[in-house]
Every structure is written in structure tokens, then in C-alpha cells.
């Protein structure tokens, strides 16, 4: 678990590069410079940890770009204690940055491997997200409702469970769309239940799928 003055220097490079690509929240930036990211990525891949790109992490799945994972942070606008659904752990990361945000996290992976491997890890760095195996379109009803909900894969439809699950005044961001690339989409929802939604440009994201894996 080292995380030393090289990997701290690059991750304060990486900050820089946010801020140029127009990342302006002060506290997204604070927690992308604190994480390590390296120690979510398997070793092959460790010296392009601060890179801004994505790199696979198995079961098919990939740990987004920073930016990816600092936009839809930033679109969120997490307050302390916020209760934030995420859909899609996978390795951690993301799930890392909102917990360090402040935000009351609970998260669903749909991969077993990744899963197990997961909560190993975030335990290790003294994260406590409330974690779940299961299917991502379904949401936590037992849980809701939910201030936020982030999902972390591209979803060819909004899932109807995730917008009865945000709370009023409550927003989620998803990617939507098949094939390569998705639109980020954000959905807010009014003090009468409205839901009003929002675009962002294109971004790319492995699918979500349906259905819990074994």
C-alpha cells in the first residue's frame, strides 16, 4: 500500500490538468489529489496510474479517466452527508472520491470478482461505503431515498427505479446511450416530483448490465 512523494507529485500534476480541461470544484480537485489512484489499478499498469485515461480492471470493466470520474463528481455537487447511490463500484475509485467528499455512500457491482476484490480494498483505506452485489437498473429500495445517484457504466435507457429512488430536489447523472459512446445526462427532480434533464456532451463507458452475475 505505498504511496510515496513520486505518486503525490503526479497526482498534483494531475490536478493541473483537470483544472486546464475545466474542473472548477475546489473540493473535487482536493480529493483526486488526495486518493491513489495506482493502488486501484493491477501493477502492470501502476506507472500510467496518473495519466488521464482509462485502464481495464477485469471482469470486462474499466477504472474511468479522472476527468470522467472529476465531471460527473463535479455535476453532483455533493454536500457533506449527502446519501449518494452509486451504480457500478467497480474498482473503487469513484466510490473513494465520494466517500471522501463526505457523502454516505452506498454501491452496487454487478461483478463478484470485482466486488470481493473491491471492499478488501476500500476497507484497507479506511473507506466505509455501505456495499452491495446486485443488479444496478434495480436500485437500493431498501435504502431510499437518495439525495444523488451517480452511475458509473452507459445505460441504453434511464432505469425508471433509479429517478422513484432520487429524492425531491435530488439529482442523478448517467451516461445514456448504446454503441461507443454516451450522452452524460442529468436528471434533477423538483419539489413537486418533476424531472427536468440536462446534457453534457459525449463521453465513453463500458455498458451497464442487467441482471446480477454470478
Known amino acids: 500500500m505505498q504511496d510515496n512523494f513520486r505518486h503525490k507529485g503526479l497526482r498534483k500534476q494531475l490536478v493541473t490538468l483537470l483544472k486546464e480541461k475545466g474542473i472548477t470544484d475546489v473540493t473535487v480537485l482536493a480529493a483526486i489529489e488526495k486518493i491513489p489512484r495506482h493502488l486501484f489499478l493491477d501493477t ?6 496518473y495519466n488521464d485515461v482509462a485502464f481495464p480492471i477485469g471482469a470486462g470493466q474499466t477504472i474511468s479517466q479522472p476527468f470522467t470520474v472529476a465531471f460527473q463528481t463535479q455535476l453532483l455537487q455533493i454536500k ?11 474498482s ?3 466510490t473513494s472520491v465520494l466517500c471522501e467528499l463526505g457523502a454516505r455512500v452506498f454501491s452496487i457491482e454487478r461483478q463478484k470478482t470485482l466486488f470481493q476484490k473491491t471492499k478488501i480494498l476500500l476497507t484497507e483505506l479506511h473507506y466505509t461505503p455501505r456495499l452491495f ?19 458509473t457504466a452507459g445505460a441504453p435507457f ?3 427505479a433509479l429517478t422513484e429512488q432520487l429524492a425531491i430536489n435530488g439529482k442523478l447523472i448517467i451516461p445514456v446511450g448504446e454503441g461507443e459512446s454516451q450522452i452524460m ?3 434533477t427532480k423538483d419539489n413537486s416530483g ?8 459525449e463521453f465513453k463507458f463500458v455498458p451497464l448490465l442487467e441482471e446480477k452475475a454470478n
Do not use: C, R
Open 194 to 201: 418533476k424531472l427536468t434533464q440536462k446534457t453534457y456532451g
Open 158 to 160: 434511464i432505469p425508471p
Open 44 to 49: 502492470a499498469f501502476v506507472e500510467f496510474a
Open 80 to 90: 457533506k452527508n449527502d446519501k449518494v447511490l452509486e451504480i457500478g463500484t467497480g
Open 185 to 187: 445526462t442529468e436528471i
Open 133 to 151: 452485489f446486485g443488479d444496478g437498473y434495480l436500485g437500493q429500495p431498501s435504502f431510499a431515498p437518495f439525495n444523488k445517484i451517480i452511475v
Open 92 to 94: 473503487g475509485y469513484q
